[in-house]
């Protein structure tokens, strides 16, 4: 059964950090993309950062570029997300998700098929 | 970047109803195109990618539609545990996987 779970939020000053984990499980973590998606309370959803397989290649959205790092560890089946420089409107449920792609024709879909259940960070003085 | 507009951004509507949730991307994302269902304190749960493949496991009553731009996801019979909140996903650019801003369907 594939898992992933998240831990590692919490109550933050403004300014402060934070490491989000992702444990995953029941799947071969070093073959699929990884990504961190959050959800400010009441809000939509926001695509946050994403990662390949092998950790070489990272994006981000424009909000957190510059502040926020995606990593992961192929050997402990783990995904982080070092947070920096943390502002209240980063306080959000983050979470992590995997990527699964569909190959048809000439194309290579995406989607996020499996999802933690979320980790509150809280950026508050 | 490309942007995803949904509408409506909420909806009312009955059980047995046949309901179409619309989403519009700034440029054309062929059929890179996913939609998702959420509800209250729960994770995100995938319903169809690629713009018409149903995720397994997923009911026959959702059904997705379109390609370009313009696109529908379509509940044909709504049934008490459908109410929720739906999204919708550009994959095209793999720098940034854009949600759209969520439709809430209400019970009416």
């Known amino acids: 059964e594939v898992q992933l779970v998240e831990s590692g939020g919490g109550l933050v000053q403004p300014g402060g950090s934070l490491r989000l984990s992702c444990a995953a499980s029941?799947?071969?973590?070093?073959?699929?993309?990884m990504h961190w998606v959050r959800q400010a309370p009441g809000k939509g959803l926001v695509w946050v950062s994403r990662i390949n397989s092998d950790g070489s290649s990272t994006s981000y959205a424009d909000s957190v570029k510059g502040r926020f790092t995606i990593s992961r560890d192929n050997a402990k089946n783990t995904l982080y997300l070092q947070m920096n420089s943390l502002r209240a409107e980063d306080t959000a449920v983050y979470y992590c998700?995997?990527?699964?792609?569909?190959?048809?024709?000439?194309?290579?879909?995406?989607?996020?098929?499996?999802w933690g259940q979320g980790t509150l960070v809280t950026v508050s003085s | 970047d490309i942007q995803m507009t949904q509408s409506p951004s909420s909806l009312s509507a009955s059980v047995g109803d046949r309901v179409t949730i619309t989403c519009r991307a700034s440029?054309?994302?062929?059929?890179?195109l996913n939609w998702y269902q959420q509800k209250p304190g729960k994770a995100p749960k995938l319903l169809i990618y690629a713009a018409s493949s149903l995720q397994s496991g997923v009911p026959s009553r959702f059904s997705g539609s379109g390609s370009g731009t313009d696109f529908t996801l379509t509940i044909s019979s709504l049934q008490p545990e459908d109410f929720a909140t739906y999204y919708c996903q550009q994959s095209y650019s793999t720098l940034t996987y854009t949600f759209g801003q969520g439709t809430k369907l209400e019970i009416k």
């Open positions: 998700a995997r990527e699964r792609t569909y190959y048809y024709g000439s194309g290579s879909y995406g989607r996020f098929d499996y």
């Open positions: 440029q054309s994302i062929s059929s890179y």
């Open positions: 029941g799947f071969t973590f070093s073959s699929y993309w």
